[in-house]
């Protein structure tokens, strides 16, 4: 992308592409640039080719070969400064920018890989934009980015990794609904979800803070080493990254608060999910037991009281973060609650 030859190559396919329905544009360039290089002989290089003696026959020109011609001294210049002198993820969205704008005029298929290298974050949205705003043309993208699979929908979406049943899998079956809400939700780790065989989804920074810790209190090893990957599913959407596991066929367990209600929050709730082998809803069994701080405190009173002083249960409730952290620095060990016990040990089975 950023080399001299592949810099070069664009600009030429551009130059050729956009000069294409007029031969006689080209020509005439063609024409002018060798006029230009006679001129600058003429008006810059004679000083010097009048010191050579004459019987030299010697002077110095510009080369006229066909090699060094206009197309290969020609740059495309944003701003007046060449796409060659600009930072690599600029040059990534200016030739991206110029394929699409040629894409179904006389480009039938667009490839690109891994437009997100080199990209700051606004620029990969503007890009994203630029690729939404393509109508014609087929276009098809690599990417490992979770912002581009969701704000170019996730019913588009092909996805390939060692492992899946099924491999490549689609998600073209995926709901209009959902496919829209992760359109307009905060970017989530959608497509780690997605290529993960295995996936505990927890609903809130504390419990992810905690989580891996807890797993190796009850597994012995992290889980990368079973494969299972953490996700922090913000907004409580579990039900959203559900339909794409059943899709996926993925194994999933879903770490959850019972709110209050275990019956409405935890079984009813996800009634729809109760036959699927691959997926598993945890919860704490005791209603008075409402969050995840609450079981914590509880299985781990000594040490939290030791940790937060006075009115320690209060603190975890009002600073969930701060807490969770307090607790991960410390090195006594901590109780791991019996539902996200049965979670770990469910995903490992």
């Avoid at 069994?285 to 006075?310: G, M, P, R, S």
Wanted: charge should be negative; hydrophobic fraction near 35%.
């Amino acid at each position: 992308m950023n080399s001299e030859y592949a810099t070069n190559d664009f600009v030429k396919r551009m130059y050729s592409q956009y000069t294409e329905a007029d031969m006689k544009e080209r020509a005439l360039h063609k024409s002018q640039y060798r006029q230009l290089k006679s001129r600058f002989r003429t008006d810059s290089l004679q000083s010097i080719n009048d010191r050579i003696p004459a019987d030299k026959k010697y002077a110095f020109g510009l080369k006229v070969s066909s090699a060094v011609g206009l197309e290969n001294d020609l740059m495309i210049f944003e701003d007046t400064i060449g796409i060659d002198s600009k930072g690599t993820g600029k040059q990534v969205f200016i030739k991206t920018d110029f394929a699409l704008e040629k894409s179904g005029d006389n480009v039938d298929v667009v490839l690109i890989e891994e437009p997100e290298n080199h990209l700051s974050h606004i620029n990969l949205r503007k890009l994203i934009e630029r690729v939404s705003n393509t109508q014609s043309g087929q276009l098809f993208i690599a990417t490992h980015n979770s912002l581009i699979s969701t704000r170019l929908e996730l019913r588009n979406l092909l996805i390939m990794h060692d492992g899946a049943e099924g491999c490549p899998t689609s998600l073209r079956d995926l709901s209009e609904d959902t496919a829209k809400y992760f359109m307009k939700a905060p970017v989530a780790g959608i497509l780690e979800f997605a290529i993960s065989c295995k996936a505990i989804l927890v609903e809130g920074p504390s419990e992810y803070m905690l989580f891996e810790r807890f797993y190796e209190s009850v597994a012995g090893n992290k889980p990368e080493a079973d494969d299972v990957h953490i996700i922090d599913v913000r907004g409580l959407s579990f039900k959203r990254y559900l339909e794409i596991a059943r899709l996926l066929k993925s194994k999933v367990a879903v770490v959850t608060d019972n709110d209050g209600d275990k019956q409405k929050y935890c079984i009813d709730k996800y009634v729809d999910y109760a036959e699927d082998a691959n997926i598993k809803v945890c919860y704490e069994e005791d209603n008075e037991k409402t969050t995840f701080e609450k079981v914590l405190y509880a299985d781990n009173q000594a040490l939290c009281d030791k940790l937060f002083k006075e009115d320690s249960l209060n603190y975890m409730l009002k600073y969930k973060t701060e807490a969770a952290y307090t607790l991960l620095a410390q090195t006594e060990a901590i109780a791991v609650p019996e539902y996200i016990r049965g979670a770990i040990a469910w995903i490992r089975s």
